[in-house]
């Protein structure tokens, strides 16, 4: 029975994914992207994954969509939505595809059965300072990963922002919004955010002992604040702004601080005593969230724009 | 053939599937969807690959949360330079193939 569950989600992903590349449209592309995200979500349980899920679910699925959705909106305005008429078959690319995909089946079969994960993580966690084995390693045993990470977003926002025009400097993140009144749009707008809250606030909250975390519920308030901004709620606030840019600097701030706590109390740079473990992974979390919420809204909501060019 | 095995056939599957997209493709957008489609093949691949000793491997876990976060951050770069390519030039595509159509 489960074979056949397993199964018949492995074929829907597929064969959403051969439509996301094949199917005629880029918009109808973006949204079997959207219902292959969702899709992939579900795997991820069947995996024994539910962090991931839950980071797919919200980003994969989520905010990903969104962006999509939206740079095809801007690419309609310039007249550049339209896709040319398909080509030839490829097949030199479908050979190389075949080909990629029966490496990787042959590395499956041919790898050497790893063993149970390593009892140096069983040894480990206890001395973590937090029960979810995933938040464990990132944010503790692997923190170096997540701080640079955490830079990464930071530089795609820069690169991002590069983007914009001189004139537009100055003028507050994204297109001006315009929404009906009463209308669809405007009624989510009003229900969703405080719901959203809640649940975003609680993920980050009980990622330490159970799956969530800073990433995870950072992208629901991040979602949050998107959805503010569609409904032309609340208007995204100008790049020159200091407290929104402090905002984005926290989180890896925090991490910072806490690296060089580990490194004054001579355990290493990055390396968290255990006595200050559960309490500096708590602060990490909370101040990753905030500038993961605010990073992700951003990138999303895109670069400072009069909206006046096009018309 | 275990459920892990056939979700890891299904990543390989997944990673060709955005190979042939990203080459294929001619709408930018398109690409950057098929990127993203290797992507997450590939991290269904390593997260199969973390499960396969019977339990849950936290690791690979934590890696993919890395990379799905960084995977978004990295096509909004992408989709920001393709609205600004298709503002200057009116076309969402590579110059070099930007024939006909």
Redesign the interface.
Known sequence: MTWALDATLCAMILAVALATVLGRGVFRAIVFFVVYGLLLALAWVRLDAVDVALAEAAIGAGLTGVLFLAAFGRLARSGADAEPPPGRVNIAAALASAALTGALVWAWVALPLPGRPGPELAEALPRAGVENPVTAVLLNFRAWDTLLESVVLLAALVGLWMLARDEAWTEPLGLPQHVRPGGVMASFGRILPPVGVLVGAYVVYVGADRPGGAFQGGTVLAAVGIVAALAGLVRPPRVTRRAWRAALVAGPAVFLAAGLGGAALGAGFLTLPERIAGSAIFAIEIALALSIAVTLAFLVIGPPETGLEDQ | MS???????????????????L?????L??R???F??IG??L???L?????????????P??????G???A??????A??????L??A?????LPEEDV??
């Open positions: 459920g892990v095995t056939l979700y890891a056939l299904t990543g390989a599957a997944l990673v060709g599937t955005g190979f042939f997209g080459i294929a493709a001619r709408h957008l398109r950057v969807l098929a993203n489609l997450s093949g991290f269904v691949y997260g199969a690959a973390g499960a396969r000793g019977g339990e849950a491997d936290p690791v876990q934590a890696l993919i949360i890395t799905i976060v960084v978004l951050s990295a096509s909004a770069l989709v920001g330079l393709i609205v600004a298709a503002r030039r009116g076309r969402a595509m006909g159509g």
